[in-house]
């Protein structure tokens, strides 16, 4: 009689890249089946690493999510770009996201320039996102045009926001780990706390209902998170602007436009958090915050 053999469990990092605004974070919300990550149609919304925990009954699959890779034009761009390359060199898996219903972008030659100096051999698969939103000429078309980018890739395509082809992706990762233990609790599917994820659903927010109101320039520091009992979680916060002229764009005739981004702001909290959630918004200047190094330790980049 065969001796039974206990299931291979595997488990491994994998490095989320591609440029702003092609569906990464969006992507890593879908195969968690919970918001974890903001999401925006403003580019750089992910400005810095954060993990997405997938417990499969076999695998855990921790996504590292990256700022999108760009031609930096200040330091907290340089130090996004730096983040998103040192993901790389850590990673075991490299999940290239792109847009197909585009052309490939100047900065996605910029990328994989970048995996061609890695200096070492990382199983890369190219997940050719939202294909939902092309016909399939045109999708040939760029498919074609992004594989001379990175040949070695495996490409896929993909919607993340339909969902085709998710399963099939979450297989091609896990077949391409190694085998191991988890890293993780299994209950565990992010590395950042509630008030973390809290400042970066109040920016998500205000990058929404500000639309081009207001450049990239803004930055929230969650000063106050305090839990209330029943009476769920107290949060106060300050919205962090580069220029005079950029405050009473936030706030707002009457404190309007504030008001609305502390109503959309805390409903996204308290769906994430699953309680009720007091949030207290103000904003103040910071001229200049991008490009302060020591401004930027402060805000945690």
Do not use: C
């Not at 910029?110 to 890695?118: D, F, G, V």
């Not at 969650?222 to 580069?242: L, P, S």
Request: aromatic share 6%; glycine share 6%; no cysteine.
């Amino acid at each position: 009689m065969e001796p039974i053999q206990a299931p291979q469990y595997k488990a491994g990092f994998v490095a989320v890249m591609g440029r702003p605004n092609v569906g990464k974070s969006t992507l890593i919300n879908t195969l968690l089946g919970q918001k974890i990550a903001a999401v925006s149609p403003r580019p750089q919304t992910t400005r810095k690493r954060q993990m997405g925990i997938l417990n499969l009954e076999d695998a855990q699959i921790i996504f590292v999510d990256t700022p999108g890779v760009h031609e930096a034009r200040h330091k907290l761009g340089e130090n996004m770009n730096q983040e998103a390359i040192d993901t790389l060199q850590d990673s075991d898996v490299i999940l290239w996201v792109v847009d197909i219903s585009q052309k490939p972008h100047p900065d996605e030659y910029i990328l994989a320039e970048h995996l061609r100096s890695l200096g070492r051999s990382v199983p890369t698969i190219m997940a050719l996102n939202k294909v939902d939103l092309v016909d399939e000429a045109t999708s040939e078309k760029n498919q074609a045009a992004f594989i001379v980018l990175a040949p070695e890739a495996l490409p896929l395509t993909i919607s993340a926001t339909r969902g085709d082809n998710l399963e099939l992706l979450v297989n091609t990762i896990t077949g391409k780990l190694m085998d191991g233990f988890p890293f993780f609790p299994q209950d565990q599917i992010t590395d950042l706390y509630e008030r973390e994820i809290a400042a970066d659903l109040i920016r998500e927010t205000a990058l929404k209902i500000l639309r081009d109101e207001v450049p990239h320039g803004i930055a929230i520091r969650i000063d106050q998170y305090k839990e209330r009992n029943e009476h769920g979680a107290y949060i106060e916060a300050t919205i962090f602007v580069e220029k005079e002229s950029h405050k009473p764009i936030v706030i707002g005739k009457g404190g309007k436009k504030l008001k609305e981004i502390g109503t959309s702001a805390r409903k996204e909290i308290e769906t994430m958090s699953g309680r009720k959630v007091y949030l207290q918004l103000r904003v103040k200047v910071r001229k200049n915050w991008r490009n302060d190094e020591k401004v930027l330790r402060r805000f945690g980049y």
